[in-house]
């Protein structure tokens, strides 16, 4: 599995997209793709809750239509929310026309100026196109947390091995992963907090 992305190589060939940040603090980025969904996102927000941690939620915007009291409980914990596109859209398959007009009908619902491509996925020629109006954010760690047999085990790690000052790292929200969550994410965000990490949602 593809956990840990490259970043100077990442940088170099596509330089307007934000893989990590930069900072020399004991700072990360936690966010969770997809959603909001009924059940996903009222059992991530609690735990987040418990452990005072902020994160950003990168909202799909046909759920956020369909789910507009759950997008409210995001904001009013103070999380920070971004763009995923209207309806989870693959880029290399659309024109650049399709993809932009679906980002952006997302974005009367959402309102955000940070953008995460589903699936990590956009052609040059829409990056150039979105890049005038939102930050593209990508990912530094992606735990694959919708991997149907992954174990505990190698979830924690997956996270915990690679996390450095500055990384972005990549969990979801939907039902997909909903069991893996449950299972791990309290674990893993409690052992970050015990090496001296904090959230930041500030892009």
């Given at each position: 599995?593809?956990?840990?992305?490259?970043t100077?190589?990442?940088?170099?060939?596509?330089?307007?997209?934000?893989?990590?940040?930069?900072?020399?603090?004991?700072?990360?980025?936690?966010?969770?793709?997809?959603?909001?969904?009924e059940?996903?996102?009222?059992?991530?927000?609690s735990v987040?809750?418990?452990?005072?941690?902020?994160?950003?939620?990168?909202?799909i915007?046909?759920?956020?239509?369909?789910?507009?009291?759950?997008?409210?409980?995001?904001?009013?914990?103070?999380?920070?929310?971004?763009?995923?596109?209207?309806?989870?859209?693959?880029?290399?398959?659309?024109?650049?026309?399709?993809?932009?007009?679906?980002?952006?009908?997302?974005?009367y619902?959402?309102?955000?100026?940070?953008?995460?491509?589903?699936?990590?996925?956009i052609?040059?020629?829409?990056?150039?196109?979105?890049?005038?109006?939102?930050?593209?954010?990508?990912?530094?760690?992606?735990?694959w947390?919708?991997?149907?047999?992954?174990?505990?085990?190698?979830?924690?790690?997956n996270?915990?091995?690679?996390?450095?000052?500055?990384?972005?790292?990549?969990?979801?929200?939907?039902?997909?992963?909903?069991?893996?969550?449950?299972?791990?994410?309290?674990?893993?965000?409690?052992?970050?907090?015990?090496?001296?990490?904090?959230?930041?949602?500030?892009?």
């Open positions: 599995m593809f956990v840990k992305t490259p100077g190589l990442a940088k170099f060939l596509f330089p307007s997209m934000i893989w990590k940040n930069k900072t020399t603090e004991k700072k990360i980025w936690l966010t969770f793709d997809d959603g909001p969904d059940i996903v996102t009222v059992f991530l927000l987040l809750r418990k452990l005072k941690i902020k994160a950003t939620f990168f909202l915007g046909k759920q956020v239509k369909k789910h507009p009291i759950i997008t409210k409980k995001i904001l009013d914990a103070g999380h920070y929310i971004g763009n995923h596109s209207y309806s989870h859209i693959n880029g290399f398959l659309k024109s650049k026309k399709e993809y932009v007009s679906d980002v952006d009908r997302a974005n619902l959402i309102d955000s100026k940070i953008f995460r491509p589903p699936y990590g996925k052609r040059p020629i829409q990056l150039r196109h979105l890049k005038k109006k939102y930050k593209i954010i990508m990912w530094d760690i992606l735990s947390d919708f991997k149907k047999n992954i174990s505990s085990e190698r979830l924690y790690k996270v915990i091995d690679n996390v450095e000052n500055g990384s972005i790292i990549v969990f979801h929200n939907n039902m997909k992963s909903y069991k893996n969550l449950k299972q791990n994410l309290e674990n893993i965000l409690l052992k970050l907090q015990k090496e001296g990490y904090t959230f930041s949602t500030t892009w």
